[in-house]
C-alpha cells in the first residue's frame, strides 16, 4: 500500500513538473558554455496583468491596499513597501538564490544581481501574476501563479535578442504570513529558477 502511494505521488510530481517545463533552444542559448556571470533583471511592465486577465498594475494595488485597510488603515500602506520591495530586491533574490544554488552542483555559471562586466543580460518580464489567498490552515486557500516572457539578451547590443520564451503557468509552493501574498509571489520566483535551472542542466552539465 506504502508503495502504491509513493508511486502515485511521484506520477502527480512528475506531470506538475512536465506541465511546468520552460521550453529553451539549446542551439541558441549555447553561449551559456562559455560564460561565468549573466546579469539578471526583473521588470513589470505596464500591459501586465494581476488577478484576472484585465486588472492592471494599478488597481491591484488599489485592491490590495483596500483589503490590507479594513481592520487597521495603516496595513495598507505597509503592504506597498513591501510590495514595492519585493519588486526591486526580494524576488529577484528569490530567483538567484534558488537557481545558483542548483547550479553549484554541476556548473560555474552564475546569475547576478548586477555585474557591469557580464556579456548578457536576462530579463525576467512579468506577463500576469495571481498571489493566491489564505492564511495558516490548510482549509481554504491557494499557491501563488506567475507567468512570465524570458528574454536573453546580449548587451552590447540591447535590443538584440538572443532567444525568448515564454513560461507556463509557475505555481509557487505556498507560503503564509503578515504578508503572504508578497511571500507566495517568492515562491513563484524560486519555482522559476528551479524550473530554468532543469532546462539550462542539458545545455550545461
Do not use: H
Amino acid at each position: 500500500m506504502f508503495r502504491k502511494i509513493v508511486c502515485i505521488v511521484l506520477i502527480i510530481s512528475s506531470s506538475v513538473s512536465f506541465a511546468q517545463r520552460i521550453k529553451i533552444d539549446r542551439k541558441k542559448l549555447s553561449f551559456l558554455k562559455s560564460e561565468s556571470r549573466i546579469e539578471v533583471q526583473l521588470t513589470f511592465p505596464e500591459q501586465m496583468t494581476f488577478l484576472s486577465d484585465n486588472m492592471s498594475e494599478k488597481e491591484f494595488i488599489l485592491y490590495m491596499k483596500e483589503r490590507r485597510s479594513k481592520k487597521d488603515p495603516s496595513m495598507g500602506d505597509k503592504w506597498l513597501v513591501e510590495y514595492n520591495n519585493a519588486k526591486q530586491t526580494t524576488w529577484k533574490t528569490d530567483f538567484l538564490s534558488t537557481i545558483n544554488k542548483a547550479l553549484a552542483g554541476y556548473s560555474d555559471l552564475r546569475f547576478v544581481d548586477s555585474e557591469e562586466k557580464t556579456n548578457y543580460l536576462l530579463i525576467v518580464e512579468g506577463n500576469w501574476m495571481y498571489p493566491g489567498y489564505g492564511g495558516g490552515a490548510s482549509v481554504g486557500r491557494e499557491e501563488a501563479k506567475l507567468e512570465v516572457t524570458l528574454k536573453f539578451v546580449d548587451k552590447s547590443t540591447p535590443e538584440n535578442v538572443l532567444y525568448m520564451t515564454q513560461t507556463p503557468k509557475i505555481i509557487g509552493n505556498y507560503a503564509y504570513g503578515e504578508f503572504g501574498t508578497i511571500l507566495r509571489v517568492g515562491e513563484c520566483y524560486k519555482k522559476l529558477g528551479y524550473l530554468l535551472n532543469l532546462q539550462l542542466k542539458r545545455i550545461l552539465k
